[in-house]
């Protein structure tokens, strides 16, 4: 089923959710993106879904709606907010709830006509395991304030002026003006933020709708890198012509908890909008994989990541709720089943499994078996690559020398204008150190192996000095074993070359790793190409790596230097040197891979790009082509000859500019003559006629012979 197909699906189900009530100091738009103000009302949208077990109940003509419940929140009264175990959430009064469904109305644009539904609120409900997943990933970033998270939009504001109505001399005062839900975005408790990120409104409205197809729920948690629709209502009531039932288009990025039978949590590497939470998500199959929520939030560098509550989640507590219900929707009880798939289990923490199950691995996972988190002692992390059975690990050099990618030199730069965009190393920093012991398990010495490699030259053991770099302390914790492990890596090569790259060496070497296979063909611009790594998620917060889909947006080639012409590795005159994707990269990413359809790695991840006001741009970034990294491939398949590895160390000012973001270095031009100069004697007494008149013959004169020189006219062009 292709892509159209499932949005058409998709919009037998998708809804949007309009909320209008008094607001007389205009205070119930806080933390929403956007709001429409209207004599002394608010008017907040959403996006819903149809109730999946609605087409199976019993009755036809009511509607069940699942939405977000940050739409409705502003406007529940005061007592249901200090006691929420109330059966029925009460309203202010004076609030109406709408829903929107897609209708012929819509396509004919007759906005005065579109079929607006009244409804009423049911009940709000909190999704219990999805809420500790997210408790328990801000609860990990609480002791780095930089790099801590909140819920919400970038766009929401949360100190809105108050509007007052100009049309009403006298505005009445609302007695529940000054109260917000508890887990409002004001909170900065772990747990109300988890609550006030997943809970979930349940709506129910009168109509004769009936669904053209079946929902199938997705039976099992989906892969990462998985294709996803998300079909929603962004800035929805600003416009609903334009802006109900869109759809947005990404992947799965990632899981939480990463070893359990079942998801409790969803990252989705999409583009979504405020006003989309609330959104169904199907798979490329069109199933339902669960509901947008609010993304979470980086406070300092305003990072999202797009969360999608697991619908499984969502039916388990839903059927609790149904099951309980005594009056109109007891006849629902029935259906209750159709909720949950058949072999659907609630998400256990405590409950692991192997990363991948025995299911079947798409080859895009079996590449994310390769990938490790590298730490080091002063509190920063990266990801890596395994490259052999041995234990090689290949990363980037400014992880373990930030001093050489403009780390140490930042400072002092402050004060000078820099390019619009620059290049930026993308390894994690952390401000405590991190206590990755606690992750440790007790490992298997029948499993485990002590590594004991010889590097050797021509000319025998192979000398070279990493002395002032090996005593750093350097970790690796290896994902795909069961349960992880950790053990100590040490330097093996940093490459002093254009090129930012390093080889590390596990001090333990378990007989399960599994090496990645290298692709060194040069990808062609527009194939698909995901990218793997520990991207904003550090140790603490015990994720595998994330996955984020995107295409090669270009492939930069470069000449080879002269030293290197004459090498047997390179019979080429000119080689990939770099690829831009569009794929989103975050911190922490840099050295981890860039793989292709066929899980094969065709780029290290090396750095993304920024603004000169320090804004990161996730989806402009920028990685080392396999194809360049040839002589790495060659020194893992033995392990050696770390004489092959001095082709990287080069230099190469082509190669240098292009990582620099600069244009190539011009030749410089022939030396000008010397313009004449006036006679010493003449010491400014002549005649200024006189004067200037020499000068212009001198002038020509100068320019009969410099014509003869061929001066370049081309000017270097400055800095992107």
């Given at each position: 089923m292709g892509l159209p197909e499932v949005a058409e699906f998709a919009r037998n189900f998708a809804v949007m959710v309009r909320v209008q009530?008094?607001?007389?100091?205009?205070?119930?738009?806080?933390n929403h993106a956007f709001h429409q103000y209207n004599s002394g009302k608010t008017m907040l949208s959403a996006s819903g879904m149809v109730f999946p077990a609605s087409s199976n109940l019993e009755l036809p003509e009511s509607i069940l709606v699942v939405t977000a419940a940050s739409v409705?929140?502003?406007?529940?009264?005061?007592?249901?907010?200090?006691?929420?175990?109330?059966?029925?959430?009460?309203?202010?009064?004076?609030?109406?709830?709408?829903?929107?469904?897609?209708?012929?109305?819509?396509?004919?644009?007759?906005?005065?006509?579109?079929?607006w539904h009244p409804a009423q609120l049911l009940k709000m409900f909190d999704i219990p395991h999805t809420s500790?997943?997210?408790?328990?990933?801000?609860?990990?970033?609480?002791?780095?304030?930089?790099?801590?998270?909140?819920?919400?939009?970038?766009?929401?504001?949360?100190?809105?002026?108050?509007?007052?109505?100009?049309?009403?001399?006298?505005?009445?005062?609302?007695?529940?003006?000054?109260?917000?839900?508890i887990g409002s975005m004001g909170s900065s408790n772990p747990n109300l933020l988890g609550q006030s990120a997943t809970r979930i409104a349940l709506l129910e409205f009168p109509s004769k709708f009936s669904?053209?197809?079946?929902?199938?729920?997705?039976?099992?948690?989906?892969?990462?890198?998985?294709?996803?629709?998300?079909?929603?209502?962004?800035?929805?009531?600003?416009?609903?012509?334009?802006?109900?039932n869109n759809i947005s288009v990404g992947s799965i990025g990632n899981s939480y908890p990463p070893s359990s039978s079942t998801s409790s949590l969803l990252m989705a590497d999409i583009r979504c909008l405020p006003g989309m939470e609330g959104s169904p998500v199907f798979s490329e199959q069109a199933q339902l994989i669960g509901l947008l929520t609010r993304p979470l939030r980086q406070k300092i560098s305003g990072t999202e990541v797009q969360m999608v509550i697991p619908w499984e989640a969502i039916a388990s507590a839903c059927s609790e709720l149904l099951l309980q219900k005594p009056h109109s929707a007891s006849d629902r009880v029935n259906a209750v089943e159709t909720l949950l798939p058949k072999d659907y289990e609630l998400p256990n923490h405590s409950h692991e499994l192997s990363p991948f199950g025995s299911r079947i691995l798409s080859p895009v996972e079996?590449?994310?078996?390769?990938?490790?988190?590298i730490t080091t002692d002063d509190g920063s992390w990266a990801s890596g690559v395994l490259l052999?059975?041995?234990?090689?690990?290949?990363?980037?050099?400014?992880?373990?020398?930030?001093?050489?990618?403009?780390?140490?030199?930042?400072?002092?730069?402050?004060?000078e204008r820099r390019s619009e965009v620059s290049i930026i190393p993308n390894v994690h920093m952390m401000l405590e150190k991190i206590n990755i012991e606690k992750s440790s398990q007790n490992l298997l010495a029948t499993n485990l192996k002590a590594a004991d490699i010889s590097l050797k030259n021509d000319d025998g053991l192979y000398r070279f000095s990493l002395a002032k770099i090996n005593h750093r302390n350097i970790?690796?914790?290896?994902?795909?074993?069961?349960?992880?492990?950790?053990?100590?890596?040490?330097?093996?090569?940093?490459?002093?070359?254009?090129?930012?790259?390093?080889?590390?060496?596990?001090?333990?070497?378990?007989?399960?790793?599994?090496?990645?296979?290298?692709?060194?063909?040069?990808?062609?611009?527009?194939?698909?190409?995901f990218v793997i790594g520990h991207g904003l998620f550090g140790p603490r917060c015990d994720f595998l790596p994330s996955a984020c889909l995107g295409v090669i947006a270009k492939v930069i080639e470069a000449g080879r230097s002269p030293e290197s012409r004459s090498s047997k590795l390179n019979s080429c005159e000119r080689f990939p040197a770099m690829l831009e994707t569009t794929a989103a990269v975050h911190p922490g990413s840099s050295g981890g891979a860039v793989v292709n359809s066929n899980g094969c790695m065709i780029g290290l991840v090396t750095s993304n790009a920024k603004h000169g006001g320090g804004t990161v741009i996730p989806h402009l970034n920028f990685s080392i082509p396999c194809a360049a990294l040839k002589p790495i491939l060659m020194f893992s398949e033995d392990m050696q000859n770390l004489a092959v590895l001095e082709e990287l160390d080069k230099p190469n000012e082509h190669l240098s500019s292009i990582w620099a973001l600069m244009p190539p270095v011009s030749p410089k031009p022939e030396p000008i003559p010397d313009i004449l100069k006036f006679p010493a004697e003449d010491n400014g007494k002549g005649i200024k006629g006189s004067r200037f008149a020499k000068f212009i013959a001198d002038r020509n004169e100068l320019l009969k012979t410099t014509a003869q020189h061929r001066v370049p006219t081309d000017l270097i062009p400055s800095k992107l």
């Open positions: 009530g008094p607001d007389p100091k205009g205070l119930k738009m806080r409705i929140e502003p406007f529940v009264s005061q007592p249901y907010q200090e006691s929420s175990s109330e059966k029925k959430p009460r309203l202010i009064p004076g609030v109406q709830i709408d829903i929107l469904m897609e209708a012929k109305s819509m396509v004919d644009g007759n906005v005065e006509s579109l079929p500790a997943a997210v408790q328990s990933l801000i609860e990990a970033s609480c002791g780095s304030p930089e790099h801590s998270w909140e819920v919400g939009w970038s766009l929401a504001s949360h100190s809105r002026p108050q509007h007052i109505d100009s049309s009403h001399e006298h505005v009445e005062q609302s007695p529940f003006q000054n109260h917000f839900p669904a053209a197809n079946s929902l199938k729920v997705q039976r099992s948690i989906p892969k990462r890198g998985d294709l996803l629709l998300a079909m929603g209502s962004p800035f929805g009531i600003l416009s609903p012509l334009h802006f109900f079996k590449a994310m078996s390769s990938i490790c988190l052999n059975k041995q234990g090689l690990v290949l990363t980037n050099a400014h992880l373990l020398e930030p001093w050489r990618f403009g780390k140490a030199a930042s400072t002092s730069d402050r004060n970790r690796v914790r290896l994902d795909f074993m069961e349960p992880w492990i950790w053990t100590d890596a040490r330097i093996v090569y940093v490459s002093k070359g254009p090129l930012d790259v390093a080889l590390l060496q596990l001090e333990i070497a378990p007989d399960q790793l599994c090496p990645i296979s290298m692709d060194v063909d040069c990808p062609s611009s527009g194939s698909e190409a």
